[in-house]
């Protein structure tokens, strides 16, 4: 079973629109890491937001933020107020700290466009 | 965020030489860092986890042999691809785990080409 999930490999959105990109994951352990990141054409992987599976309240950073619905096992990102610069892969991952120590699995990516 | 270089960007090689790329960690010590392989348009794929002071450990399927890692100290790790054919082109991305948050943060990546 995909451990990681990212239902849309593509979704558009305007401008100053905010947009949700979907992440559920599987896992068994108590305490684990969900993590996003952006990788623009240029290669980088750029490090955006995290929450931990005993965090009560959702993380934000800036106009990130990550809905996290541990019950059904989601950790959506939303990003308000699009920018052009937006326009990149984002893949969601996690770390399973019992099972895997501090090694990352991947989802398989979702391309966001914005357009102006 | 943590900053991590890796050199080169970008490297084009004749097919059967060795190509290193290094991975340090600017403005933090990583025990443990970790190099991915990336194909056009699909995730990341961990090849190893690159720990200081001792021999990394290897996912399953990814020759040992072929991908030497060494991590001799606490702000670099190297990869060395042996006798490189046309199907190790790919795009490298290393990351350095911050201890202090247990966060990787990645580095810019290094495209190969194989001829």
């Known amino acids: 079973a995909q451990k990681i999930t990212q239902t849309q490999p593509g979704m558009f959105v305007q401008e100053k629109e905010a947009v949700t990109l979907d992440c559920t994951y599987d896992t068994s352990d108590q305490s684990y890491g969900l993590f996003w990141y952006k990788q623009p054409s240029s290669g980088e992987m750029i490090f955006l937001i995290y929450q931990g599976s005993y965090d009560e309240q959702n993380a934000t950073e800036g106009r990130y933020s990550l809905n996290f619905q541990k019950a059904r096992k989601s950790a959506n990102l939303v990003i308000s107020a699009s920018q052009l610069g937006d326009s990149a892969m984002y893949f969601c991952a996690m770390r399973e700290e019992e099972t895997s120590g501090s090694r990352l699995t991947f989802g398989e990516g979702t391309q966001l466009t914005v357009n102006p | 965020g943590a900053v991590v270089s890796q050199h080169p960007s970008r490297v084009i090689c004749k097919s059967g030489t060795s190509v290193k790329i290094e991975c340090r960690s600017l403005?933090?010590?990583?025990?443990?860092m970790f190099w991915y392989r990336q194909f056009p348009k699909q995730s990341l794929m961990l090849m190893a986890t690159s720990n200081e002071g001792s021999k990394a450990t290897y996912e399953q399927g990814v020759e040992k042999d072929k991908f030497l890692i060494n991590h001799a100290s606490l702000t670099l790790s190297t990869l060395t691809v042996t006798s490189a054919h046309p199907e190790d082109s790919s795009f490298y991305i290393c990351?350095?785990?911050?201890?202090?948050?247990?966060?990787?943060?990645f580095g810019p990546g290094t495209r190969l080409t194989v001829l």
């Open positions: 990351s350095a785990r911050a201890p202090s948050t247990d966060t990787q943060y």
């Open positions: 403005d933090f010590q990583a025990t443990t």
